[in-house]
């Protein structure tokens, strides 16, 4: 069996919004968020991603509730 390749470009996040609806997986260059402060980083690429989801689509999504790194499969 073949080794997978391991995208280590992209970190995942799970994330879990105030109206209880969650949404894995959501990619973030792992270049940003390197160092202490990487998940308040990955939070607001989060939230811009949403709101341009938000702007194209015509259905905004609710804040942000928490926040965690995907764990690899």
Known sequence: MA???I???FTAFDVVYEDGSRSSNR???SSEVAGPNGHAVAKAIIEA???KIAELSGRPRGA???I???SGR
């Open 68 to 70: 965690t790194r995907s």
């Open 3 to 5: 080794r997978q390749k």
């Open 27 to 29: 990619k973030v260059a």
């Open 64 to 66: 942000i509730k928490s």
């Open 49 to 51: 991603q949403d709101r």
């Open 7 to 9: 995208n280590s470009e």
